[in-house]
């Protein structure tokens, strides 16, 4: 909890040398994450930081947006199912915009909505080696779709995309669809659950021939 996350940070704040911070369900909320925002600031080397299944919300994303900054080596952010906002999502954009070696980003089950999609696409489309990205189940409508297909459309890397469980409907698929057809790579693509109907399946058809990589 909060209490366990603010005793844990200055003995973290000493580890810069630290690769791997894994603290998944461990019912962190605002003012843990406030906490632990001064000691994470210190591990630059770190490569993996997991905090799925926390509380933090937006006020804590927020807290450690300026942390996340400095973690330029970081390559897996696992933020999944942390009530996170579309300000949440706003306040952490700019430090995601700075991790260009990320290769797996996770936002699952979150709040960020079309608001929030918005907001991340700039900080997105810097991140030309990431390999999965998880923004499933985040209510995200036609809007946040076409906000982020730009951003989509650099990721000739990845291999994993997660958005299901969102709102993309019909219009959002042919937003999509010429973005998805750069992905080459692609190895896993989930839509399930977007009331993509016909039209969006027809818009989607030719860059799903592209992906002749898909398992």
């Given amino acids: 909890g909060d209490e366990g996350a603010a ?13 791997t911070l894994d603290l998944r369900g461990s019912t ?46 970081l390559q897996t952010l696992n933020l999944e199912c942390n009530e996170i906002g579309a300000e949440g999502a706003a306040a952490l954009a700019p430090a995601l915009g700075n991790m260009t070696q990320l290769q797996k980003l996770n936002l699952y089950w979150n709040e960020i909505g079309d608001e929030g999609a ?8 810097n991140m030309t080696q990431l390999q999965e990205l998880h923004l499933g189940q985040n209510p995200i409508g036609a809007e946040g779709a076409t906000a982020l297909a730009p951003a989509l459309g650099n990721m000739t890397q990845l291999q994993a995309l997660n958005l299901r469980y969102n709102q993309i409907g019909a219009e959002g698929a042919a937003a999509l669809a010429p973005a998805l057809g750069n992905m080459t790579q692609l190895q896993w693509l989930g839509l399930s659950s977007n009331q993509i109907g016909d039209d969006g399946a027809a818009a989607l058809a030719p860059a799903l021939g592209n992906m002749t990589q898909l398992q």
Avoid: F, H, K, V
């Avoid at 005793?7 to 690769?19: C, K, S, V």
């Avoid at 804590?60 to 900054?69: E, W």
């Avoid at 918005?118 to 489309?125: F, I, R, V, W």
């Fill in 7 to 19: 005793a844990l940070a200055p003995a973290l704040g000493n580890m810069t040398q630290l690769q």
């Fill in 118 to 125: 918005t907001a991340l696409a700039p900080a997105l489309e």
């Fill in 28 to 73: 962190i909320g605002a003012q843990g994450a406030s906490a632990l925002a001064s000691a994470l600031g210190n591990m630059t080397q770190l490569q993996t930081l997991d905090l799925d299944e926390n509380q933090i919300g937006d006020e804590g994303a927020a807290a450690l947006a300026p942390a996340l900054g400095n973690m330029t080596q």
